[in-house]
């Protein structure tokens, strides 16, 4: 099954929503095994073309690899208090990353190409955007500036931790 998400999807977890963007910014391709994220390249305003994003509430750790194109996975840890770490992992091909349970993801395309990961199939109860949406996103936002990838604080968030490669 092919799902196509629109800007219209997008908007709720963009810095600027108003801002012209990319019409489709990606595609879940599913199966019973795997869901295939297929990122379009460009840019929403100043920022770089992402997924909606949600917070993790599969038990165990989930797998991304990245098969094709240049990308960003961003990960948030947050509790009651509010985002506790931030990591970011540099995709490219055959580039594997581990989400831990209970971690926000998002994947961000900052290549000229698609960005294609797979990850292992998730039941949609594992899965809650709401957190993401209420915040207008993640705790930062990947953001072209002077030619460089720089990340905006979001100013949803009373706390913005340091931000950390793996």
């Known amino acids: 099954m092919v799902i196509e998400k629109t800007q219209k999807d997008l ?15 990606y595609y879940l391709i599913k199966d019973k095994e795997q869901v295939m994220f297929v990122v379009s ?6 920022e770089f073309n992402k997924t909606e994003g949600y917070l993790s509430k599969f038990p165990g750790v989930q797998s991304y690899l990245c098969l094709h194109g ?13 985002v506790k770490e931030f990591r970011m992992v540099i995709l490219n091909p055959l580039k594997q ?10 994947l ?18 594992y899965q809650d955007s709401k957190p ?3 915040k207008r ?3 930062y936002y990947v953001v072209e500036k002077k030619g ?6 979001n100013p949803k968030y009373t706390i913005h931790p340091q931000i950390t490669t793996e």
């Not at 108003?18 to 910014?25: E, F, H, L, M, Y």
């Open 11 to 25: 908007k709720p977890v963009l810095m600027e929503p108003s801002s012209a963007g990319v019409k489709v910014p």
């Open 41 to 46: 390249p460009g840019r929403n305003g100043v």
């Open 70 to 82: 240049s990308g960003i996975l961003l990960m948030q840890r947050s509790d009651e208090l509010g």
């Open 97 to 106: 990353a581990a989400v831990p349970a209970g971690w926000a993801v998002c």
């Open 108 to 125: 961000v395309n900052t290549g000229s190409s698609f960005l294609v990961v797979l990850r292992g199939a998730l039941d949609e109860k």
């Open 132 to 134: 993401i949406i209420e």
């Open 137 to 139: 996103g993640l705790v």
């Open 148 to 153: 460089e990838i720089a990340f905006e604080p």
